[in-house]
């Protein structure tokens, strides 16, 4: 086997030759697993553990290995830890609409994959079965983007027309379609969804009011389907319900009653009236015939000639100009299925000696059937026709006159005799008349008159924009909103005619990305979520374009207003607090001050802060955050404070926060150095006169509660009594008293020692008297005693904590409460006595019984030793 090929080639030979060396080892012992996951997880997605599913002993030695075969299709989907037999998803995202894209519903969808356990003695086939689930992915889409549904206008409320193009889910289940809805029903429609036996969802349109066509012949709207999801997942079409029309309406005409003059020598041809009837109906159902009734003899007939599409009435034959009748013309409009309407035209015929005057028209506009076009973008003063009189008698006057409404005027045409032109006074405009009826009128001397019937069509352009039904749209939406939520319908109006009033909406090129605008509907939509910490307005233009050449537009804008939800909890600016404070800070002083915004804004945005720990202690202003202490706080009783602070906003539900905040108290030079030993100005101790110099005799021992430099202690002798001057030393860092010199007199030697702190601004300080009894034994104790009595006036200090106020009115201002000042000193002073007392009571135990085995001789102070216990204790007392 050569070395390039793949490793799943040795993998399958292994299995061959263990199936031949020992085939009840090979597939003798299999298993089967279920595992169950949603399609489009991510990679490294742990589907399942084969071996703990197993309950495989995984401590066995040579170790198990796992073994997926690369050749099947399903396994690029996962990937195999071959060592602990974890199965995870690939790189290769699952989808279950592609994976499964064949399968029905019912059927569900999986993938299958062998996995083989080896070494040989562990051999075993796994067979494994992962079902996909579905998730909501896919969103409902129609095959169309405009469904038509046509509804006679006849049709009875109640009735259903299946809108056969139904929206088509990928998904199953409850993430498939659900519902459909519209966006409008203008009050007379519905939407009900049947389902068939297959389970799909076909959706009706319901029809809930009378219609009519000639009021209303298109609906345009948008049908929504909707899934099932959570949150769901919308399509949109465009659903054009088109009125077909039936033959209910029957035309009717204008006018029924027309009277007309026509002299006797009127030519052949000419016109004399037009006839229009009306029907509001469509196509076929709206044909009009012009007929003249069987009571119209054939004489007056063969006169008269009546244009059956046009309804226009024209001289067909000579009048006899020797008489005067008149004729009575019964005209019926007809229209499919219908009874005719009636109209009835008088015509007077006037009889005329010398002969009546003609008008000739000669039309410069475009004319057909005496209907003259003329755009509405013709400027004023356009020259429409002329007008010709003739068959006039020079003897006899003539006028020539223009009657009916809308700008137009007849004037002579210059110079000439009896030419007339017609023109326009202003520009006409189609959106406000379409047409006008104008009469040239021509009268003699003798009373003839002459009519001539002249109608004016406008022709309509664009010049006219689409215009907003708002030129500021505001719309306000709460942010996470779903993908694709609806935002608002656009409005335009154009009153240009046909394809130059059509409307198509444009976005600005201002407008984010993230919004869309249907071009037919106007239907406004934002294609993602929205976020107002992010940002809170969108303002941007819209366009609406007409179909026109060249095409006009307008514009309005656009303004989103995000509103805010609760989505986002309080913050602290940092993520922990350290403030650092003197001890005996004044109570109610501002420790420090903590910062926490939240982004959201209004009732969501407002903050309110909390003390979870130790308010009997602080105060917090809820507002600003400023830390507060109730009362001064002393280090020697606890140096540091650890809080936890919560902030909460102001939203339902309410979201928080927690910091820790810690308080660190500075030490402040308030506290003497305490003298442990000697324990009494009372105390002495033997020296025997032969005592070398240089020797060490005893040692002033002082602790300070302070820290720092403020618990720095210094001895020195101020003061001596007795015995040779200069006799001992005492070690200014130690307190350790040495003799200096030989002693050559007996007696009691008394050292006033002094013991000092580094504090800052004022060092503190106490005294104690350290008594050497110089002397081979102790004979006389009374007498030593009296002795002490004596020494005793050699001048203790007394020792006092600094008086602060008296350091000037700047310091006097840090600690206004002086009287709750004194009163919390005087309690610690009791208290400290009471533990000096203890100490003392222990010391003196041990000096009893130190002084049997010295067989009663005075013993010295204190030994190191002790000294060292008795220092452990008086700590194990000040820290309870």
Known sequence: ??????????????????????????????????????????????????????????????????????????????????????????????????????????????????????????????????????????????????????????????????????????????????????????????????????????????????LDRETQAEYLTDIIAEDGGSPPLLGTATLRIII???????????????????????TKGSQLARLHAFDPDQGA????????????????????????????????????????KFYKLVVLANGPACIPDVATVTVHVVKVVSGPPAIVPRYIAPEKDGVVSLSESEPSYTPIAFFTIKNVDPRQGVTCLLEGPGPFRLLPYKHLKNEYLLETTDLLDYEQQKDYELTVTVRNTHGSVVKTLVKVQVLDVNDNAPVFRQSLIDIKVEENNAPDTFLAKLQATDEDSDSRGEVLYLLGTDAPSIFHLDRVTGVLTVTTSLDREEKETYRFMVRAVDCGTPRKESIATVVVTVLDRNDNSPRFINKDFTFFIPENFPGFGEIGVLS??????????????????????????????????????????????YLWIEAIDGG????????????????????????????????????????????????????????G????????????????????????????????????????????????????????????????????????????????????????????????????????ELFPCQPVLIALSTTCLGLFFIVLSLTAYICCKRQKRHKKKRLEVEIPLKMKTDMQAMDRKLMELSNI
């Open 652 to 707: 339902k539900p309410a979201l928080s926060c927690v910091t820790m905040v810690t308080i660190l108290l500075l030490d402040v030079n308030d506290n003497p150095p305490i003298v442990l030993f000697p324990q009494s100005n009372q105390s002495y101790m033997l020296v025997l006169p032969n005592t070398l110099p240089g020797t060490s005799i005893t040692e002033v021992y002082a602790v300070d509660r302070d820290t």
């Open 1 to 210: 086997m050569s070395p390039t090929q793949p490793a799943s080639a040795n993998f399958w030979a292994l299995c061959i030759l263990l199936l031949y060396t020992s085939p009840l080892s090979c597939f003798s012992n299999f298993s089967h697993l279920v595992y169950k996951i949603k399609e489009g997880l991510p990679k490294g997605t742990l589907i399942g553990a084969i071996g703990g599913d197993l309950k495989l002993d995984f401590s066995v030695d040579p170790p198990r290995l796992f073994n997926l075969e690369l050749k099947q299709i399903n396994s690029q989907y996962v990937n195999l830890n071959n060592t602990t037999g974890e199965l995870y998803t690939s790189a290769l995202e699952i989808d279950r609409e592609a994976l499964c894209s064949e399968s029905h519903e019912g059927q569900g969808c999986a993938i299958f994959l062998d996995v083989i356990i080896l070494p040989q003695q562990y051999f075993q086939l796994v067979k494994i079965k992962i079902i996909i689930e579905d998730v909501n992915d896919n969103r409902p889409h129609f095959p169309v983007d405009e469904i038509r549904v046509s509804v006679p206008e006849n049709a009875p409320v109640n009735a259903r027309f299946a809108v056969e193009q139904s929206a088509v889910d990928p998904d199953i289940g409850i993430h498939g379609v659900q519902t459909y809805w519209l966006v409008n029903d203008y009050g007379v429609f519905t939407l009900d969804v049947e389902e068939n036996e297959g389970g799909e969802l076909t959706p009706f349109l319901i029809v809930t009011e009378s």
């Open 596 to 641: 926490v915004t939240d982004a959201d804004a209004g009732e969501n945005g407002w903050v309110a802060l909390s003390i979870l720990n130790g308010s009997d202690i602080f105060v917090i202003d809820t507002g600003r955050g400023a830390l507060r202490a109730k009362t001064p706080l002393d280090r020697e009783q606890q140096g540091t404070y």
């Open 285 to 324: 159902n709206a044909q009009i015939t012009y007929a003249f009734s069987e009571r119209v003899t054939r004489e007056t007939r063969s006169l008269f000639h009546l244009d059956k599409l046009t309804g226009v009435i024209k001289l067909a034959g000579k009048i006899d100009t020797d008489t005067g």
């Open 244 to 266: 077909t029309d039936i033959n209910d309406n029957c035309p009717k005409f204008t006018e029924t009653q027309v009277n007309v003059t026509l002299f006797g020598n009127a």
């Open 709 to 812: 430099m403020n618990a720095v202690i210094a001895y020195s002798i101020i003061k001596r009594r007795g015995g040779e001057p200069g006799s001992f030393d005492i070690d200014p860092d130690t307190g350790n008293i040495t003799l200096r010199k030989a002693l050559s007199n007996r007696g009691l030697y008394s050292l006033l020692v002094k013991v000092s702190d580094h504090g800052q601004p004022e060092p503190l300080h106490s005294t104690v008297l350290v008594n050497l009894f110089v002397n081979e034994t102790i004979s006389n104790e009374s007498y030593i005693q009296s002795l002490l009595t004596r020494e005793a006036e050699i001048g203790i200090e007394e020792v006092r904590p600094p008086n602060r106020l008296a350091r000037g009115p700047e310091y006097a």
